[in-house]
């Protein structure tokens, strides 16, 4: 910096700035940069969009993205400068921009104005084109062993199936349902991933338990790499009991209290604690009542070791051993009772 004059309108005896006096530089210095016309790519159909080669985001605004694109292509000068943005006009895919700029420049307060053109250019992801095709890799059998699945058994499991696709879909584009179809024995539904598919069993699963079996179909080859294409159809089945049902399970009789992937947990009424099977020992396990055949009766007699209460159906006197945690009960009591092979458990 010198005390010449300045190149550009003359005035001397004056600090230059790059050869410029003050007023001379802050008219000529740009704030930031930004190109005249900037074009976005994004999928018609989910709105994500392609940068740098990769389809990115789901379902987002179309005035967001022009915002990050103008974001994205602002080069700025000044550090601290403040930027406001704004949407002048549209006219379908061609939107026109305002930039304003305001920074402090050698102690002034500057606004300066930059107009831009942004374009949005529509095409189809590659998701969303296998999607629009019925493209899916697997489909789940949605089944009940040896009865007809519940109403409220599907609604439970499409809403858990929603929910883990909405949530796989940010690192899994083909985590949709391609086809759902009704079918005699249950729901079929056809999912664009095979891991997509894999996880949602594992929900189901742990929500219902059950049993799962995995048949891979080939389906034809692919020309480009030569290899074979497979379709993977997976039954999953909802065990043939419910929780509060009665098992008999190796002599032992028991009603269901929870469910999961690992097994099932029931509380062993000979042995009055809660015992778990596995799912491999699945077929050992018989379903002996529900919480329908459950009935009520009265305690008509207690002694110090026993107690006596009336078959809810004959009404004849029947003789029980007085188990621990029963110490409570008096004469006059009603009590429900499940009757299984002649024999007589009370439930509390």
């Given at each position: 910096?010198?005390?010449?004059?300045?190149?550009?309108?003359?005035?001397?005896?004056?600090?230059?700035?790059?050869?410029?006096?003050?007023?001379?530089?802050?008219?000529?210095?740009?704030?930031?940069?930004?190109p005249?016309?900037?074009?976005?790519?994004?999928?018609?159909?989910?709105?994500?969009?392609?940068?740098n080669?990769?389809?990115?985001?789901?379902?987002?605004?179309?005035?967001?993205?022009?915002?990050r694109?103008?974001?994205?292509?602002?080069d700025?000068?000044?550090?601290?400068?403040?930027?406001?943005?704004?949407?002048l006009?549209?006219?379908?895919?061609?939107?026109?921009?305002?930039?304003?700029?305001?920074?402090?420049?050698?102690?002034?307060?500057?606004?300066?104005?930059?107009?831009?053109?942004?374009?949005?250019?529509?095409?189809?992801?590659?998701?969303?084109?296998?999607?629009?095709?019925?493209?899916?890799?697997?489909?789940?059998?949605?089944?009940?062993?040896?009865?007809?699945?519940?109403?409220?058994?599907?609604?439970?499991?499409?809403?858990?199936?929603?929910?883990?696709?909405?949530?796989?879909?940010?690192?899994?584009?083909?985590?949709?349902?391609?086809?759902?179809?009704?079918?005699?024995?249950?729901?079929?539904?056809?999912?664009?991933?095979?891991?997509?598919?894999?996880?949602?069993?594992?929900?189901?699963r742990?929500?219902?338990?059950?049993i799962?079996?995995?048949?891979?179909?080939?389906?034809?080859?692919d020309?480009?790499?030569?290899?074979?294409?497979?379709?993977?159809?997976?039954?999953?089945?909802?065990?043939?009991?419910?929780e509060?049902?009665?098992?008999?399970?190796?002599?032992?009789?028991?009603?269901?209290?929870?469910?999961?992937?690992?097994?099932i947990?029931?509380?062993?009424?000979?042995?009055?604690k809660?015992?778990?099977?596995?799912?491999?020992?699945?077929?050992?396990?018989?379903?002996?009542?529900?919480?329908?055949?459950?009935?009520?009766?009265?305690?008509?007699?207690?002694?110090?070791?026993?107690?006596?209460?009336?078959?809810?159906?004959?009404?004849?006197?029947?003789?029980?051993?007085?188990?621990?945690?029963?110490?409570?009960?008096?004469?006059?009591?009603e009590?429900?009772?499940?009757?299984?092979?002649?024999?007589?458990?009370?439930?509390?």
């Amino acid at each position: 910096m010198g005390r010449n004059f300045c190149i550009k309108c003359g005035r001397s005896n004056t600090q230059l700035f790059k050869g410029l006096c003050k007023e001379c530089f802050l008219k000529e210095y740009e704030l930031l940069k930004a190109p005249e016309k900037i074009e976005v790519e994004i999928c018609a159909h989910c709105n994500s969009q392609l940068i740098n080669g990769k389809w990115i985001g789901r379902s987002i605004p179309e005035d967001e993205i022009i915002y990050r694109a103008l974001e994205n292509n602002i080069d700025r000068k000044v550090e601290d400068s403040i930027i406001d943005l704004e949407i002048l006009q549209k006219k379908g895919t061609i939107s026109s921009c305002l930039i304003r700029a305001k920074a402090k420049v050698l102690g002034e307060e500057i606004t300066q104005d930059y107009y831009t053109e942004v374009r949005l250019k529509k095409s189809a992801c590659p998701y969303c084109s296998k999607y629009k095709s019925g493209y899916y890799e697997a489909v789940i059998q949605l089944r009940a062993h040896e009865r007809s699945l519940e109403t409220d058994e599907i609604k439970r499991a499409e809403n858990l199936i929603h929910k883990k696709l909405e949530k796989l879909w940010e690192k899994d584009k083909l985590a949709y349902i391609a086809r759902r179809t009704q079918q005699k024995e249950g729901v079929d539904y056809y999912i664009g991933s095979y891991k997509a598919a894999k996880k949602i069993i594992a929900s189901l699963r742990e929500e219902f338990g059950g049993i799962v079996k995995e048949s891979p179909r080939l389906m034809g080859r692919d020309k480009s790499t030569g290899k074979n294409i497979y379709r993977v159809w997976i039954s999953f089945k909802l065990p043939k009991f419910k929780e509060g049902d009665f098992i008999s399970y190796k002599s032992r009789v028991g009603v269901i209290k929870a469910m999961d992937a690992h097994g099932i947990l029931f509380y062993d009424l000979d042995r009055l604690k809660m015992s778990t099977v596995l799912w491999r020992e699945y077929q050992d396990i018989k379903r002996i009542a529900t919480q329908d055949d459950v009935k009520k009766t009265t305690i008509t007699a207690i002694s110090p070791k026993g107690m006596q209460i009336l078959d809810p159906i004959t009404y004849e006197p029947i003789d029980l051993d007085l188990k621990p945690g029963m110490e409570k009960l008096k004469i006059g009591d009603e009590v429900s009772v499940i009757q299984v092979d002649n024999k007589t458990y009370i439930l509390w």
